[in-house]
């Protein structure tokens, strides 16, 4: 979705806005996302489903399903001899402002909940922009953008108690208007109809940049309305050019957005964010980015007249090369890798012609650049020539980007293939400062914090602010024919953190268990009543590196609910909260808490509270059956279905 300028909004006395969405991808059958956590997801539902098994991204595909993965661009498909994993524009994973992009009320900047096959792919992590302590490169601006309207208008507050429009002659009148009325957004459309707004993005994901909806490429390629919605291109023009506003004045159904007052525009290269990755993105595409041709140079010394192409900005590790890492100051676009090289045009006039990289500083060469708020990157020498991606015309297959050359051009007019968003990286998120390591004397210990040896030569540590056993000489080989008793007191659980022991002849047991060998999946364990005691014995024979075994909280298990609700609701019952503890054929369910007559993975913290999974009552987690069921305690059978309550649904 293109991006377009906006006062920045002003949280803790900072400027921020939350801008994670990282462009649209192709899909399939295979899934280029394998984590699945059903429909009729938001922008933020989604995150939160994604942050609490710390995947580092999710995407939104078919208006709602919600997909997690830590890589994503596996997927490519072909085009005219090219193969690209990205599916182009972003308004390939756009709905059009449809009912559910409008009920969404996430902070993003961008509402895009994917299409068939497409998945719109944001970080995890919400991406937070700020403005740069330096002013190197800051400006203000008026224009916003270019934004969808309808019949409903985005912008329809009454500015003299009767209307809400008024035709005007120029941008100029508009902008006069909504200065003294108090507003500080405006809008023109179709040359003379001017609306007034007190909020820049009222519905924002009803009314999304133009160009970030299929509607507008439809009618691109439609020759009757080859510039149909184009903000710059409606052919009735503002009667008078505008001195204080650019004289942009919008199209049908398509609003020019200003603001009253001149203030700081996004993106821009005086945004920076820990998350930023130094790339130079096409703003309607924003999978691609500004990229040398012929990538990194295998002996790390750049040369002279490398050209400038648009490229896929990720590769399938998760890295952007350096050869697509730009740092953007001092007016010059300096190759981060090696700030001596710099974009340039190498023709100091006005001509058409590939942008290549040479040495900052080059005589007789264009290099020294204006980012402006209409997102276009022009030169300072001229204010005709600019940043355009070439052969892009009005027939293009619009998700067929792959190596299109970058052209300065004669006469740029912030046309969609003139669109840049500079992504600029920022400090990084301060770590925190890591705990003291404990003083001498924390291990080697014959008691401490209730713990005691009561027998043998194991020891105690103080481990994470918690006591631990170890076996003697721990982590080195345990002593042979050997026997230890440990007592603990105050102690409601423990967890074996490490364990190696000769199997069947080296046991250790507590709260009733006993444990040899290498076991895997050791969780913590709660000690019955009477249960304080660890004893270790170990035969004559093999040592091994022993074990250790800590103090810890108790495994939380929700409370039974208080009320039982037997209505059968949500998609396939998965929001029934009653409590029926028998299958459709009478057997008794397992504790959800219990691993014992069957093992499973169903208690992973976010899905105990979010399904319900209390004592051993029947649910559906991940809706994985068509109505609610439970483990059962018969070993015969593991899972089966319960029947409850009333037919709900949704």
Same mark, same amino acid.
């Given at each position: 979705m293109v991006m377009k300028g906006t006062r920045a909004q002003k949280v803790d006395g900072i400027h921020v806005i939350q801008d994670s969405f990282v462009g649209c991808f192709w899909d399939d059958g295979h899934r280029d996302m394998k984590r699945y956590f059903g429909n009729f997801h938001s922008v933020e539902k989604c995150r939160k489903r994604a942050l609490e098994e710390r995947w580092k991204y999710f995407g939104l595909q078919y208006d709602g399903q919600c997909r997690a993965a830590n890589t994503y661009g596996h997927r490519p498909r072909s085009a005219h001899g090219k193969r690209s994993a990205s599916a182009g524009c972003d308004a390939q994973c756009s709905k059009n402002g449809n009912w559910r992009e409008e009920k969404d009320k996430t902070a993003e900047r961008q509402i895009l909940h994917g299409t068939g096959w497409r998945n719109a792919i944001y970080?995890?992590?919400p991406t937070i922009w700020t403005i740069k302590?330096? /002013?190197?490169? *800051?400006?203000n601006g008026s224009y916003v953008g270019?934004?969808?309207?309808?019949?409903?208008?985005?912008?329809?507050?009454?500015?003299?108690?009767? /209307?809400t429009w008024k035709s005007v002659k120029s941008v100029d009148e508009c902008g006069a208007l909504a200065a003294k009325w108090d507003k500080p957004y405006f809008a023109m459309q179709v040359g003379h109809e001017c609306r007034l707004g007190s909020k820049l993005f009222p519905k924002k994901g009803k009314y999304p940049p133009r160009y970030a909806t299929t509607d507008f490429f439809y009618r691109v390629w439609d020759s009757r309305y080859h510039n149909y919605y184009d903000c710059k291109r409606c052919t009735r023009k503002p009667s008078e050019t505008s001195k204080n506003y650019p004289n942009i004045g919008g199209n049908h159904w398509s609003n020019a957005v200003y603001s009253t007052n001149p203030s700081p525009y996004y993106p821009a290269a005086y945004w920076d964010a820990p998350a930023g990755d130094s790339t130079i993105r096409f703003a309607f595409a924003r999978a691609y980015c500004l990229n040398i041709e012929g990538g990194v140079p295998k002996d790390g010394k750049w040369k002279a007249g490398g050209k400038i192409i648009l490229w896929e900005c990720v590769n399938k590790r998760?890295?952007?090369?350096?050869?697509?890492? *730009?740092?953007?100051?001092? &007016?010059?676009m300096k190759l981060r890798d090696d700030t001596t090289w710099c974009i340039t045009k190498k023709t100091p006039r006005d001509t058409n012609e590939q942008l290549t990289l040479q040495k900052c500083g080059s005589k007789e060469m264009w290099q020294k650049i204006t980012t402006n708020d209409d997102?276009?990157?022009r030169f300072a020498a001229s204010k005709k020539s600019g940043f355009n991606v070439w052969g892009l015309g009005r027939y293009f297959n619009y998700w067929n980007l792959q190596r299109r050359a970058v052209y300065s051009y004669t006469k740029v007019s912030g046309y969609w293939n003139e669109l840049f968003a500079v992504q600029s990286a920022g400090p990084p998120t301060p770590k925190p400062t890591p705990a003291p390591t404990p003083p001498p004397g924390h291990k080697g210990l014959a008691k401490a914090m209730g713990w005691?040896?009561?027998? &043998?030569?194991c020891t105690i540590e103080i481990w994470g602010g918690a006591p631990c056993a170890v076996s003697p000489n721990y982590p080195g080989i345990y002593t042979t024919d050997e026997k230890c008793v440990v007592s603990m007191a105050r102690t409601k659980a423990v967890k074996v953190v490490d364990f190696a022991t000769e199997k069947y002849f080296d046991v250790l047991k507590f709260a009733g268990k006993t444990i040899s060998g290498t076991p895997t999946g050791l969780v913590t364990t709660k000690l019955p009543k009477g249960s304080d005691k660890i004893?270790?014995?170990?035969? *004559?024979?093999? &040592?091994?590196? &022993?074990w250790k075994i800590c103090k810890e909280k108790p495994p939380t298990v929700p409370e039974t609910p208080k009320k039982c609700d037997e209505i059968l609701k949500g998609h396939k019952d998965r929001d029934y909260r009653g409590c029926v503890t028998r299958t459709k054929t009478g057997r008794k369910c397992q504790k959800w808490e219990a691993q014992t007559p069957h093992k499973h993975s169903d208690m992973s913290g976010w899905k105990v509270k979010y399904y319900g999974l209390y004592g051993n009552m029947c649910r559906n987690p991940d809706s994985r059956l068509k109505t609610i069921w439970c483990?059962?305690?018969?070993?015969?059978? /593991?899972?089966e279905e319960c029947y409850a309550g009333d037919p709900g649904g949704f």
């Open positions: 970080r995890t992590q302590k330096s /002013k190197n490169m *800051f400006a270019c934004y969808k309207d309808d019949s409903n208008r985005q912008y329809d507050s009454y500015f003299d108690g009767k /209307k998760d890295q952007v090369d350096s050869n697509m890492k *730009f740092d953007v100051e001092d &007016g010059y997102l276009t990157i005691k040896i009561e027998e &043998g030569k004893e270790w014995t170990s035969d *004559f024979y093999l &040592g091994s590196s &022993g483990y059962t305690t018969d070993p015969k059978m /593991k899972k």
